[in-house]
């Protein structure tokens, strides 16, 4: 393809994602310089090859996903982040942020603000992370409360229901019992195996004790599990491009993107819904990226809109927040590894 005509389909991009309208021959004369009729005989030359469409007789030219690819792969220039702007960014995750968790929601809420899309976070199962803490709570008659605390900060519980209430005894036994079996178990060592030895390994406890062990069971299979979340999900429902109804079996179904997701761990993706079966939402685009701790990748964040997304000034978004999460998950690490030594 001659200069002229990338010329004139990254013009057509850059004012269709402006303007989410057809764009035709007089709209882009002064971005490419050449004659009305010049411009419409190279637009109709790339509609034959694929990278434009005519919604209807007489419009202007919408761009296709193909020539969205080559748009985002080949043509595209991406914004550079001022020092102002990045400062802003970082004003956008608070420093109060208590856990990994935490931290990696408000990346995701202040990306969604920014651009007005949906921000998709899917996070891999935390292998390297540690079992610190298993607690029951009794909240009430035959009803307590089943803690598992990792060494990542994740939190998980459950409420458990039994048929009679736990003597003093009976909780104090329990609670040694998993300081000196589970406390300190990497998270990817928890199996149905361990937890029957466990149980088996009670003794006389085991019957009164095993709804607990089978709770805990439960609590150990969400750990090991990805989980996708997903921030500004009301920028999607009044998005113009999109089918509501296809958002709302999104929203019920959104695990179903973690295919895509996981696609980013080899580094920045960019995806279109025409481009696979699996996209549940007609003319959307995905772009994710990976961010790490400790040298390990853990997670996915991403930006989930219509196709006519503002690529050049969000992808840099993006990549600087998937960035400044692993730093500050990384530091994170550090500062405990040195609270430790301390101790």
Do not use: W
């Not at 411009?39 to 020539?67: C, D, V």
């Not at 109804?245 to 973690?258: A, C, G, P, Q, V």
């Amino acid at each position: 393809m001659d200069s002229r005509k990338l010329k004139i389909l990254t013009a057509i991009v850059d004012e269709y994602i402006t303007t989410g309208e057809p764009v035709g021959s007089k709209t882009i004369m002064d971005k490419v310089k050449a004659s009305s009729a010049t411009i419409r005989n190279e637009m109709a030359e790339l509609e034959k090859q694929g990278y434009l469409e005519q919604p209807h007789t007489s419009a202007g030219r919408i761009p296709t996903y193909n020539g969205f690819r080559l748009y985002v792969d080949s043509l595209m220039q991406k914004n550079s982040l001022s020092d102002e702007e990045k400062a802003r960014l970082d004003s956008m995750i608070p420093d109060t942020a208590v856990t990994e968790q935490e931290l990696v929601n408000s990346a995701s809420f202040a990306l969604a603000e920014l651009t007005k899309c949906a921000a998709v976070v899917a996070s891999q199962a935390p292998k390297f992370s540690m079992i610190s803490k298993v607690e029951v709570i009794p909240t009430g008659k035959r009803m307590y409360i089943i803690l598992m605390i990792t060494s990542n900060g994740t939190i998980k519980n459950k409420i458990c229901r039994l048929e009679f209430d736990l003597t003093h005894e009976q909780l104090e036994f329990f609670d040694n019992f998993m300081q000196q079996n589970l406390q300190g178990v990497s998270v990817d060592e928890l199996s149905d195996k361990m937890f029957e030895d466990l149980s088996a390994a009670m003794g006389s406890y085991m019957m009164t004790l095993a709804p607990l062990m089978s709770e805990l069971l439960e609590l150990s299979k969400e750990f090991n599990s990805q989980e996708v979340s997903v921030a500004g999900a009301n920028n999607l429902l009044s998005c113009k491009d999109f089918d509501q109804t296809e958002i709302i079996s999104f929203l019920d179904n959104k695990r179903e993107m973690m295919h895509f997701v996981n696609e980013s761990f080899s580094g920045l993706q960019v995806m279109f819904s025409p481009e696979s079966e699996g996209f549940v939402i007609s003319n959307s685009s995905l772009i994710a990226a990976p961010f790490s701790k400790d040298g390990r990748q853990i997670g996915t964040l991403g930006l989930l809109g219509p196709m006519r997304l503002d690529y050049a000034k969000f992808i840099p978004y993006l990549e600087y927040f998937s960035s400044r999460l692993t730093e500050l998950l990384t530091e994170e690490e550090g500062d405990g590894d040195e609270t430790q030594e301390k101790k």
